[in-house]
């Protein structure tokens, strides 16, 4: 099936580059940042937009479901990057957020021959995670025309599971058909239809705000920490003590003590505040707050003044 590109404002030539090839190196560098300039100027117009897939995406998984993006090529690439940096950040496991591409994960370093025109594969991808009405799931799509991004959107639907979209290209078949569309128009291309780059820049930024967003909403952050990190390696450690001193004033090497202690920074922040230092209660409070630190907190210290 030909496609007609006419109608797609990404595969459109942009008029402030048709000079590109023939500028020197910082001159080609300055007409690429002031496309890029553009993005969050675009990503603004609709973040109201985006604020209902976050709301969505936080009673998804705050019931017990899990946030599914689905793409092709670099749509794909940017869906599992966001889905698997999840765990480490915010101690999510790895079946919460989960990035789903065409061509499986073979295809994130190189392109799988025909995988984005499959409309089996998406189906196919999405049983074998066993999708049900629980979930939320998001295509990514600059031209919101990927066979493999509607068939599973299809099948989504069927199953009875919310949908949403990111796509650079207004009234394409995928924003009709999804309950919640993000439609982020970034326009012509710096390099004609290399929707790598200025569409491929938003869908990173607003992958960012949904999956962030949500965190913040289902308590793995307090203030501005991410107190659900998971210290897996050296730096994520360090994070951790690092994180715990700021919030309570304790030394590193107290808060190290403390940490092997009550093995989660949020135990070590909450006893450091509230003075409780059983875990078993501490853990009641947690749990009754869905895991809110900020909440569980200024309940304790409310009882303490009863």
Do not use: W
Not at 7 to 24: A, F, H, W, Y
Not at 66 to 94: H, K, M, N, Q, W
Not at 162 to 183: F, G, H, Q, R, Y
Not at 262 to 282: H, M
Request: a neutral charge; one cysteine or more.
């Amino acid at each position: 099936m030909n496609i007609n590109l006419t109608t797609i404002s990404t595969e459109q030539r942009n008029i402030n580059t048709v000079d590109i090839d023939s500028l020197n190196t910082l001159d080609i560098l300055k007409k690429i940042n002031h496309e890029d300039k553009q993005i969050a100027f675009a990503i603004e117009k609709i973040l109201s937009d985006i604020a209902k897939v976050v709301d969505a995406t936080y009673k998804c998984l705050a019931s017990g479901g899990r946030l599914i993006y689905l793409g092709a090529g670099t749509s794909g690439r940017i869906g599992v990057l966001d889905a698997v940096e999840c765990p480490p950040t915010f101690g999510v496991s790895e079946e919460t957020v989960i990035g789903l591409m065409a061509g499986g994960m073979n295809a994130f370093q190189k392109a799988v021959e025909g995988a984005e025109d499959s409309q089996e594969f998406a189906v196919n991808d999405l049983k074998a995670i066993a999708l049900s009405n629980k979930d939320i799931v998001i295509g990514i799509a600059s031209s919101g025309r990927t066979p493999y991004v509607l068939s599973g959107i299809t099948y989504a639907k069927e199953m009875g599971a919310k949908t949403a979209c990111i796509t650079s290209s207004s009234n394409s078949p995928l924003e009709k058909l999804v309950d919640l569309p993000i439609v982020c128009v970034t326009g012509p291309e710096v390099i004609t239809g290399s929707t790598r780059m200025k569409s491929g820049t938003s869908q990173k930024l607003i992958c960012n705000m949904i999956s962030t967003s949500t965190m913040i909403k289902l308590g793995k952050v307090y203030s501005n920490y991410m107190v659900d990190v998971m210290a897996t390696n050296e730096k994520l450690v360090s994070r951790a003590l690092k994180i715990i001193t700021d919030i309570t004033g304790l030394s590193t090497e107290e808060a190290e003590t403390t940490l092997k202690k009550y093995k989660t920074v949020k135990r070590v922040v909450f006893a450091n505040l509230t003075g409780i230092e059983q875990i078993e209660k501490i853990d009641e409070y947690l749990t009754k707050h869905q895991g809110h630190l900020r909440k569980s907190v200024e309940d304790a210290k409310c009882n303490m003044l009863k």
